[in-house]
Protein backbone atom coordinates (compact mmCIF):
# COMPACT_ATOMS: atom_id res chain seq x y z
CA UNK A 1 0.00 0.00 0.00
CA UNK A 2 1.43 3.60 -0.93
CA UNK A 3 2.48 5.27 1.88
CA UNK A 4 4.09 8.81 2.93
CA UNK A 5 8.25 8.43 4.34
CA UNK A 6 9.38 10.64 6.60
CA UNK A 7 13.67 10.65 7.04
CA UNK A 8 15.02 11.43 9.67
CA UNK A 9 13.01 9.29 12.56
CA UNK A 10 14.88 11.49 14.82
CA UNK A 11 17.24 14.51 14.96
CA UNK A 12 18.87 16.09 17.46
CA UNK A 13 20.39 19.81 16.96
CA UNK A 14 21.84 22.25 18.43
CA UNK A 15 19.97 25.72 19.87
CA UNK A 16 20.43 27.76 16.73
CA UNK A 17 21.24 25.09 13.78
CA UNK A 18 19.26 24.91 10.42
CA UNK A 19 17.47 21.36 10.05
CA UNK A 20 16.22 20.20 6.83
CA UNK A 21 13.20 17.06 7.28
CA UNK A 22 12.63 15.05 4.47
CA UNK A 23 9.04 13.90 3.08
CA UNK A 24 8.10 11.63 0.02
CA UNK A 25 4.43 11.64 -0.86
CA UNK A 26 2.81 9.39 -1.65
CA UNK A 27 3.04 9.10 -5.64
CA UNK A 28 -0.38 10.53 -7.66
CA UNK A 29 -1.18 12.74 -4.69
CA UNK A 30 -0.86 16.38 -5.52
CA UNK A 31 -1.11 18.41 -2.28
CA UNK A 32 1.48 18.34 0.71
CA UNK A 33 1.56 19.50 3.73
CA UNK A 34 3.85 19.72 7.07
CA UNK A 35 1.52 19.53 10.40
CA UNK A 36 3.84 19.41 13.76
CA UNK A 37 2.71 18.42 17.42
CA UNK A 38 4.36 19.12 20.61
CA UNK A 39 4.49 16.61 23.09
CA UNK A 40 1.42 16.16 24.94
CA UNK A 41 -0.17 18.65 22.73
CA UNK A 42 -2.85 18.82 19.93
CA UNK A 43 -1.69 18.07 16.07
CA UNK A 44 -1.14 21.54 14.67
CA UNK A 45 -1.19 22.78 10.61
CA UNK A 46 1.73 24.45 9.37
CA UNK A 47 1.64 25.02 5.89
CA UNK A 48 0.18 22.99 2.94
CA UNK A 49 1.96 22.86 -0.95
CA UNK A 50 0.30 22.54 -4.35
CA UNK A 51 1.59 22.87 -7.43
CA UNK A 52 4.82 24.24 -6.67
CA UNK A 53 3.98 26.87 -4.21
CA UNK A 54 2.94 27.20 -0.77
CA UNK A 55 -1.39 27.49 -0.82
CA UNK A 56 -1.98 28.05 2.89
CA UNK A 57 0.04 28.50 6.12
CA UNK A 58 -0.85 29.53 9.77
CA UNK A 59 0.66 31.77 12.25
CA UNK A 60 3.33 29.61 13.19
CA UNK A 61 5.03 29.17 9.68
CA UNK A 62 6.99 32.44 9.99
CA UNK A 63 9.85 33.57 7.96
CA UNK A 64 12.08 30.94 10.18
CA UNK A 65 10.20 27.70 8.35
CA UNK A 66 10.30 27.30 4.33
CA UNK A 67 9.08 24.86 2.24
CA UNK A 68 10.94 23.05 -1.10
CA UNK A 69 9.95 21.01 -3.58
CA UNK A 70 13.24 20.11 -4.97
CA UNK A 71 12.67 17.62 -7.48
CA UNK A 72 9.23 15.18 -8.52
CA UNK A 73 9.34 13.23 -5.31
CA UNK A 74 11.19 15.00 -2.23
CA UNK A 75 8.92 17.15 0.08
CA UNK A 76 11.27 19.19 2.72
CA UNK A 77 10.47 21.85 5.16
CA UNK A 78 13.34 23.86 6.32
CA UNK A 79 13.76 25.28 10.10
CA UNK A 80 16.67 27.87 10.59
CA UNK A 81 18.06 29.33 13.45
CA UNK A 82 16.25 26.54 15.59
CA UNK A 83 15.20 26.92 19.31
CA UNK A 84 14.37 25.25 21.96
CA UNK A 85 10.66 25.30 21.49
CA UNK A 86 10.57 24.18 17.74
CA UNK A 87 11.20 20.60 19.60
CA UNK A 88 8.40 18.35 18.27
CA UNK A 89 7.32 15.81 15.84
CA UNK A 90 6.98 16.86 12.86
CA UNK A 91 4.30 15.04 10.86
CA UNK A 92 4.53 15.46 6.28
CA UNK A 93 1.16 14.32 4.62
CA UNK A 94 -0.22 13.78 1.04
CA UNK A 95 -3.74 14.52 0.02
CA UNK A 96 -4.95 12.83 -3.67
CA UNK A 97 -7.45 16.44 -3.74
CA UNK A 98 -8.69 19.09 -1.47
CA UNK A 99 -12.07 19.23 -0.21
CA UNK A 100 -13.44 16.53 -1.72
CA UNK A 101 -13.92 12.53 -1.29
CA UNK A 102 -10.51 12.12 -2.83
CA UNK A 103 -9.18 14.80 -0.04
CA UNK A 104 -8.29 12.58 2.72
CA UNK A 105 -5.20 13.17 4.53
CA UNK A 106 -2.51 10.73 4.60
CA UNK A 107 0.35 10.94 7.08
CA UNK A 108 3.75 9.86 7.88
CA UNK A 109 5.55 8.34 10.25
CA UNK A 110 6.98 12.16 11.53
CA UNK A 111 10.23 12.94 12.36
CA UNK A 112 11.04 14.03 15.73
CA UNK A 113 13.23 16.87 16.79
CA UNK A 114 15.18 17.62 19.69
CA UNK A 115 16.72 20.79 20.02
CA UNK A 116 19.28 21.06 22.59
CA UNK B 1 -11.28 30.13 13.92
CA UNK B 2 -12.54 26.39 14.11
CA UNK B 3 -11.83 25.05 17.81
CA UNK B 4 -12.42 21.19 18.36
CA UNK B 5 -13.27 19.40 21.62
CA UNK B 6 -13.49 15.42 21.72
CA UNK B 7 -15.32 14.25 25.01
CA UNK B 8 -14.23 11.95 26.72
CA UNK B 9 -10.83 12.68 26.94
CA UNK B 10 -9.90 9.30 28.04
CA UNK B 11 -12.01 5.67 28.35
CA UNK B 12 -10.91 2.72 29.44
CA UNK B 13 -13.72 -0.35 28.44
CA UNK B 14 -13.25 -4.17 29.08
CA UNK B 15 -12.81 -5.67 25.55
CA UNK B 16 -16.41 -6.32 23.32
CA UNK B 17 -17.90 -3.32 24.75
CA UNK B 18 -19.60 -1.05 21.82
CA UNK B 19 -18.03 2.56 22.37
CA UNK B 20 -18.78 6.28 21.22
CA UNK B 21 -16.11 8.91 20.98
CA UNK B 22 -17.59 12.51 20.53
CA UNK B 23 -16.10 15.12 18.47
CA UNK B 24 -17.58 19.00 18.72
CA UNK B 25 -16.57 21.74 16.19
CA UNK B 26 -17.25 25.71 16.58
CA UNK B 27 -17.65 26.25 12.98
CA UNK B 28 -19.65 24.59 10.41
CA UNK B 29 -18.58 26.04 7.44
CA UNK B 30 -16.46 22.28 6.95
CA UNK B 31 -16.16 20.36 3.36
CA UNK B 32 -14.87 17.15 5.51
CA UNK B 33 -13.93 15.77 8.84
CA UNK B 34 -11.69 12.87 9.00
CA UNK B 35 -10.99 10.67 12.04
CA UNK B 36 -7.67 9.46 12.37
CA UNK B 37 -6.28 6.73 14.98
CA UNK B 38 -2.54 7.44 16.53
CA UNK B 39 -0.52 4.92 18.40
CA UNK B 40 2.00 6.52 20.71
CA UNK B 41 4.86 7.47 19.50
CA UNK B 42 3.49 6.89 15.69
CA UNK B 43 2.19 8.92 12.91
CA UNK B 44 -1.42 9.42 12.41
CA UNK B 45 -3.45 6.81 10.35
CA UNK B 46 -6.61 7.72 9.00
CA UNK B 47 -9.65 5.65 9.43
CA UNK B 48 -12.94 7.06 7.81
CA UNK B 49 -13.44 10.26 6.19
CA UNK B 50 -16.85 12.03 5.78
CA UNK B 51 -17.73 14.58 3.65
CA UNK B 52 -20.07 17.32 4.28
CA UNK B 53 -22.91 16.09 2.00
CA UNK B 54 -22.86 13.06 4.11
CA UNK B 55 -24.44 11.71 7.16
CA UNK B 56 -22.52 8.73 7.58
CA UNK B 57 -19.65 6.51 6.62
CA UNK B 58 -18.65 3.00 7.52
CA UNK B 59 -15.53 1.00 7.46
CA UNK B 60 -15.53 -2.42 9.09
CA UNK B 61 -16.36 -2.26 13.01
CA UNK B 62 -16.22 2.30 12.82
CA UNK B 63 -18.95 3.87 11.64
CA UNK B 64 -18.77 7.70 11.90
CA UNK B 65 -21.76 10.53 11.90
CA UNK B 66 -21.59 14.22 10.87
CA UNK B 67 -24.48 16.45 12.00
CA UNK B 68 -22.61 19.64 10.31
CA UNK B 69 -25.22 22.23 11.39
CA UNK B 70 -24.79 21.27 14.90
CA UNK B 71 -21.58 20.87 14.37
CA UNK B 72 -20.77 17.35 15.87
CA UNK B 73 -19.44 13.95 14.59
CA UNK B 74 -19.06 10.80 16.82
CA UNK B 75 -17.08 7.88 15.94
CA UNK B 76 -18.71 4.39 16.96
CA UNK B 77 -16.64 1.24 17.72
CA UNK B 78 -18.28 -2.19 17.69
CA UNK B 79 -17.07 -4.99 19.77
CA UNK B 80 -13.85 -3.43 20.75
CA UNK B 81 -10.78 -5.51 20.79
CA UNK B 82 -7.08 -4.57 22.87
CA UNK B 83 -5.44 -3.86 19.18
CA UNK B 84 -8.55 -0.66 18.93
CA UNK B 85 -6.16 1.06 21.87
CA UNK B 86 -4.42 3.86 20.77
CA UNK B 87 -5.41 8.16 20.94
CA UNK B 88 -8.02 8.59 18.37
CA UNK B 89 -8.30 12.52 16.98
CA UNK B 90 -11.06 14.03 14.44
CA UNK B 91 -9.88 17.09 12.45
CA UNK B 92 -12.66 19.06 10.57
CA UNK B 93 -11.63 20.48 7.24
CA UNK B 94 -12.58 24.61 7.18
CA UNK B 95 -12.98 26.86 4.62
CA UNK B 96 -9.85 28.56 4.84
CA UNK B 97 -8.17 26.89 7.81
CA UNK B 98 -7.24 23.72 6.49
CA UNK B 99 -7.75 20.64 8.90
CA UNK B 100 -7.90 21.62 12.47
CA UNK B 101 -7.49 18.48 15.34
CA UNK B 102 -8.90 18.20 17.98
CA UNK B 103 -6.84 17.20 21.50
CA UNK B 104 -8.03 14.00 21.10
CA UNK B 105 -9.78 10.25 22.96
CA UNK B 106 -7.37 8.22 24.36
CA UNK B 107 -8.56 4.79 24.83
CA UNK B 108 -7.52 1.67 26.39
CA UNK B 109 -9.38 -1.83 25.85
CA UNK B 110 -8.79 -4.01 28.24
CA UNK B 111 -8.30 -8.01 27.83
Known amino acids: EPEVTQTPSHQVTQMGQEVILRCVPISNHLYFYWYRQILGQKVEFLVSFYNNEISEKSEIFDDQFSVERPDGSNFTLKIRSTKLEDSAMYFCASSEARHTNTGELFFGEGSRLTVL | KQEVTQIPAALSVPEGENLVLNCSFT??????LQWFRQDPGKGLTSLLLIQSSQREQTSGRLNASLDKSSGRSTLYIAASQPGDSATYLCAPDNYGQNFVFGPGTRLSVLP
Open chain 2, 27 to 32: DSAIYN
